[in-house]
């Protein structure tokens, strides 16, 4: 039996010559075309992966119209799931057959920010499906350090969802929810929901989510966060107070990255409160800030930029524990001939929150 368990592990490897594969590949503004591109050669330190799953990011539109830089042509997607069926010679923590997801950041591992524990910042980072190849096609290469194994009871859908999860606990951490907190957020997508979900789970007594958008308004309170405010028909920083005996929340998180959103978070944060920056506004937005306030009012300002480390190890723990279930936040699925359709989707259909993409059995 033993023997028979050895020769299936090292048949993904063994039998895998495949040379050609189907990759979602943008050349420009709107171009994206579902065509045949050669299969990631690896290196020594390399896995190649067979893609399940890939979720879509809020930046992948952003990318696929133009707003955010990149250089094409670019496959995109770095939320995925996928069974390893290749690693290089030098390769050891993963074998063919082994389930996976990746930390989409790469980084040199040697410069000052690397070696303190800061790889989002090094000078030489390549983010998958941003910088370099990423995840909407039949196969993608990663780095073995990038590597995250996936337990045989999580499903394909779910193990897409690690990377967002982590991107959400990262700004969880900043943030250091106590128990008994009043957490406000504003925004009620994919990431606001989570972050209102991660909230209650750490002890907050009180959530409160500010959302325009009626659809999404009745997805918040299907999932069960507890104060939805309709921020088109209350003003949110009333409502905050209302459920504050007037003094605003403890700590206040902005998950739209709008400058009408941020400026809110001042008047919805209280004295000594804390503030997450965490929705992404566009790099030439600016707000009007007061200094003396921050002072006088002793706040706490904290962003979180995207998840990395162990945030992943916690994203897969929490699902596969089943104490944070993603098939709510999941609510539109393509199949890979459709990709294009499932990116114009989430960057237009602002009633759904995400969008995933078959791209393999």
Request: proline content about 5%; charged content about 20%.
């Amino acid at each position: 039996m033993a023997q028979d368990i050895l020769v299936n592990n090292q048949n993904p490897e063994a039998d895998f010559d495949q040379k050609v594969m189907k990759a979602a590949v943008l050349y420009g503004k709107g171009d994206l075309r579902l065509e045949d591109v050669p299969i990631p050669e690896i290196g020594g330190t390399d896995v190649l992966i067979k893609v399940k799953y890939t979720a879509i990011c809020g930046t992948d539109p952003h990318i696929y119209e133009g707003r955010f830089p990149a250089k094409l042509p670019l496959i995109l997607g770095h939320e995925f799931s996928g069974e390893v069926v290749k690693v290089g010679s030098q390769v050891s923590f993963v074998q063919p057959g082994d389930r996976v997801t990746a930390d989409i950041n790469i980084s040199c591992g040697t410069c000052y920010y690397c070696r303190h524990g800061q790889k989002l910042h090094c000078e030489k980072i390549t983010q998958l499906g941003v910088h370099v190849n990423g995840a909407f096609a039949e196969y993608v290469r990663v780095p073995e350090s990038n590597i995250h194994k996936l337990p045989e009871s999580m499903s394909w859908i779910h193990g897409a969802y690690i990377e967002p999860l982590a991107c959400a606990i990262s700004g969880q951490d900043k943030a250091d929810i106590q128990y008994g907190d009043t957490v406000a957020i504003i925004g009620g997508g994919p990431m606001g929901i989570a972050h209102a979900l991660l909230a209650q789970l750490k002890g907050a007594s009180k959530v409160i989510l500010s959302e325009l958008n009626p659809a999404r308004i009745e997805s918040a309170e299907n999932i069960s966060v507890e104060y939805v405010i309709n921020a088109g028909e209350e003003d949110p920083v009333e409502a905050v107070k209302r459920l504050t005996d007037g003094r605003g929340a403890d700590v206040v998180i902005e998950a739209v990255g709008s400058a009408y959103t941020y400026a809110q978070t001042f008047k919805l944060v209280r004295k000594g409160g804390k503030i997450l920056v965490y929705g992404a506004a566009p790099a030439d937005v600016s707000i009007p800030v007061s200094p003396f306030e921050i002072y006088s009012r002793e706040l706490t300002i904290v962003s979180s930029y995207a998840g990395t480390y162990d945030t992943f190890s916690k994203a897969i723990d929490l699902i596969a524990s089943k104490r944070f279930d993603p098939t709510p936040i999941l609510t539109n699925h393509f199949e890979f001939a459709d990709v294009k359709e499932g990116i114009e989707t989430a960057e237009h259909n602002k009633d759904i929150l995400k969008t995933v993409v078959k791209i393999s059995d």
